[in-house]
């Protein structure tokens, strides 16, 4: 972890949370992308990655900070204040997107089978922490260059392959900003919450079980 102050890591992931979920609330759920939401969602997430990266470690994602935390990469005092903080960005960017930048649009809310939608939220939340343990907190590819880029990728590659299925949240921050913009009931949520959860907790063992 950076030696930035505590205030200076909790702003950044709050601006990049923020951006990210302001991202997924206007060009998904509102529509202003249309066909190429994933793009814009992806590309908000890559810039957000290299701008904060080297001063919160740019998590961005409360799973993600709970995978990172099991792998030993963030302190546990870091832990309540980043998620949140990500929950309270994530909730600001859904009612800006809504109040503000897309005012009185139709919100269609998602409909998820349980089972695949579930599944699909597992596997590339999965994917998308097993992807930053390895290219941002690995002793064996410190220092490299695209780990923003890979990264943003598998937010890519799930929201094109399962998009349709669960929504391709892979982010409680995510889930709460959809909430809060209406396009994902309250009652529906643990579909998101539980695999994402799990996912990144099945990534920090992978992680660790590859060093033994």
Known sequence: MSNFSTRAKLTTEFIGTLFLSLAVCTAAVLGTAEAHAP???A???MVMIYAGGHISGAHYNPAV???IYLRGA???SDLAPYIATQLAASTIGALIAVNVLVPESDVERLVLETGPAFTAELLFTFALAYVIL???TSET???NGFYGAAIALVVLAGALSVGSISGASFNPAVTV???ASDALSVEDSWIHFIPQLVGGCLAALAFKAQRV
Request: hydrophobic fraction near 50%.
């Open 39 to 41: 793009f814009a969602i």
């Open 43 to 45: 590309s908000t997430l």
């Open 65 to 67: 900070t709970v995978s």
């Open 74 to 76: 963030c302190e546990k």
């Open 134 to 136: 390895n290219v941002a």
């Open 141 to 143: 590819t410190e220092g």
């Open 177 to 179: 900003a959809l909430i």
